[in-house]
């Protein structure tokens, strides 16, 4: 099956000379469609960097990452947004919701930016999110809604494109256990459904069940983890290039 | 985006109501300014309008009433009473002088007139008579109510004593006033035959732009003028004495309201760098980011505008009552020039968010 998304030797260094920082090291991934990737890591080792490349908003130093056809290092800067609205997905770790917003005009301008009618925009920010189970929180601003209200709407957010993937930062962060797990499971059942790809980086040990495969980030590479992990995700058949733990 | 514009404007009401006050404040400033203008202008030319006359013959040069010396002789005005197309000719004198009462001296338009003639005497006497005697005055109601002055008192007038015997109504500015004598009586002040200006009426069918064209082509000596240009020279004397100070004001209106609308972008976009990285990051455009910021500053802009508007207007009703004399009129001139200056506030308002925006590294959003 076709990948969806495609990294090949990425390396992502800042600075030069004596104070050059390689924050990703010639990494390689390769997602298939439905698949549910969860990257875990030490903090500095380069998870947000590689996270940002995959998003098209970093460029590689090295290396190429495609979503489908589309070379996101090779992309014109004007054509990236477009990549990103139609492609990818982001969930981010403090939902960062517009505060100005209710719940359905949140998920509503996303759709808005495709070009389509604020009416049908609406139309389909609703049905997400009562798929979702926030239905009855449609009108709520933000500051209105628990935690977990928030993360379903910011998933709402991500998926109400119909993207290929889906990138989330942290995005059980702000959860408490039982939400953070119940959350992630929705996150996971609605992405299998729609046959979405999701990356996830984390620190949450706590997901790692819902993911297919689980990755280790260390000083900018792939690499085994650390003593105590238990190194395995579910359905963890190893490609070219991945650390699978 | 209009929608997420209006939200984040109405989002913080205290900084919605600075923002929308501080621009309608500014633009009050240039309005109100310029109302009080229009207003003054009006009323200062309330009485050539008032006093019948289809044209005001001067002396040659002579073109308004306001700070004018204007002496032509009665053998001036029959000339200009024959030609072809005049109905009839009534002489005023005229000068600038101090009317005194118990309680002030008030700067006036002394106009002697003959109450047997058809044009250049009160045609709005609200209280008393017209048809004054010698040494007798009709003044303004305004100046009256503000003086305590009432029917029957006594009022000085170019050093001479009057009674008061008649009030007319919408002849005060907020310059001065227009007081009535008798022709006898301001001819004994002065002393000589000369007149200060001939009040014409034309008859029906004859256009008075050509009768006064006519007058003139017969007596080099007099500057002959249909109404309205008359008035229209008479306006632009407060036009010229206030270009300076509306200047000055729309300068300083346009600086406020240029202020406090790019500080109120400036900090609503610094407020909401992170929500507009969030939107970048999710593929909206620059030009998304640059609607939201434009549609807000036109709401603000358009919003003080006419608040500022309505307040005008509402001082357009009070003041007169409150401060007689005072007059302001809502020019269609002044709104658009109003109107045109906050949408040039927005624009350059505008210009430092945009360049925030345009800079916005939406990566910031994970890195926060």
């Known amino acids: ?245 | 985006m209009f929608h997420l514009a209006w939200r984040n404007l109405l989002q913080s009401r205290i900084q919605f109501f600075l923002g929308v006050g501080g621009v309608a404040m500014a633009l009050l400033l240039m309005l109100s300014l310029d109302a009080l203008l229009a207003g003054s202008e009006q009323d200062l030319v309330a009485y050539i309008y008032q006093s019948g006359a289809d044209i005001f013959v001067a002396q040659e040069g002579v073109r308004n009433l306001h700070m004018a010396a204007s002496a032509i002789s009665v053998q001036d005005m029959r000339r200009a009473a024959r030609v072809e197309g005049v109905a009839s000719a009534s002489p005023i004198l005229y000068t600038t002088g101090v009317v005194e009462t118990d309680e002030a001296d008030v700067l006036s338009y002394i106009i002697g007139f003959d109450p047997r003639e058809p044009l250049g005497g009160p045609r709005t006497v609200v209280v008393g008579t017209a048809r004054l005697k010698r040494g007798e005055a009709i003044i303004d109601n305004a100046v009256a109510r503000s003086q305590g002055v009432e029917l029957g008192d006594e009022i000085e007038i170019l050093g001479e004593t009057f009674t008061v015997v008649g009030l007319t109504e919408g002849l005060t500015n907020i310059i001065n006033s227009v007081t009535f004598i008798h022709i006898d009586d301001f001819r004994a002040l002065r002393r000589g035959d000369a007149i200060s200006y001939a009040l014409l009426a034309v008859e029906p069918g004859y256009d008075p732009t050509e009768v006064a064209a006519a007058i003139e082509a017969r007596n080099e000596d007099v500057t002959a003028l249909p109404r309205e240009v008359f008035a229209r020279e008479e306006r632009q004397i407060i036009k010229d004495m206030s270009v300076e100070v509306i200047y000055i004001m729309n300068l300083a209106g346009l600086l406020i309201g240029l202020a406090v609308t790019a500080l109120t972008l400036y900090t609503s976009t610094l407020r909401k760098r992170q929500e507009y990285g969030v939107l970048k990051a999710m593929g909206a455009q620059n030009r998304h980011l640059y609607t939201v910021v434009a549609v807000q500053a036109f709401l603000s802009l358009m919003m003080g505008a006419a608040v500022a508007i309505g307040l005008v207007w509402l001082m357009g009703l009070v003041l007169p009552q409150v401060v007689p004399g005072t007059a302001m009129a809502l020019t269609q001139a002044g709104v658009v020039r109003v109107l045109t200056a906050a949408l040039g506030i927005g624009v350059v308002a505008a210009l430092v968010p945009a360049w925030q925006m345009a800079r916005l590294d939406p990566a910031q959003v994970f890195r926060s």
């Not at chain 1, 996270?51 to 996101?72: A, H």
């Not at chain 1, 389509?116 to 920010?125: E, Y």
């Not at chain 1, 997400?128 to 709520?140: A, P």
């Open chain 1, 1 to 245: 099956m076709e990948p969806v998304m495609l990294v090949e030797h990425v390396t992502r260094r800042f600075g030069g000379g004596e104070i050059e920082v390689v924050a990703v090291r010639d990494v390689s991934l390769t997602v298939g469609p439905g698949e549910i990737i969860l990257i875990m890591g030490p903090s500095g080792s380069g998870k947000t960097t590689l996270l940002l490349m995959l998003g098209g908003l970093l460029k590689p130093s090295e290396g190429r990452i495609r979503i489908g056809q589309d070379d996101l290092t090779q992309l014109d800067e004007r054509r990236l947004p477009e990549v990103r609205l139609h492609r990818i997905g982001f969930i981010f770790q403090d939902f960062n919701l517009l505060s100005s917003l209710s719940a359905l005009d949140n998920v509503a301008l996303v759709v808005q930016l495709t070009g389509l009618s604020r009416r049908a925009a609406r139309r389909r920010a609703r049905a997400l999110l009562e798929q979702l189970g926030v239905g009855h929180r449609l009108n709520f601003l933000p500051e209105k809604l628990s935690g977990g209200e928030k993360q379903r709407v910011a998933i709402a957010r991500a998926l109400v494109n119909e993207p290929d993937i889906i990138l989330a930062d942290e995005p059980t962060a702000n959860l408490d256990s039982r939400r953070g797990q119940e959350t992630m499971q929705l996150l996971r059942r609605i992405a299998k459904e729609g046959m979405r790809s999701v990356i996830i980086v984390s620190h949450d040990e706590r997901i790692k069940d819902i993911a297919d495969r689980v990755l280790w980030l260390e000083d900018g590479s792939f690499t085994t983890p650390p003593k105590g992990g238990d190194g395995k995700g579910p359905n963890a058949p190893p490609r070219d290039g991945d650390a699978v733990v």
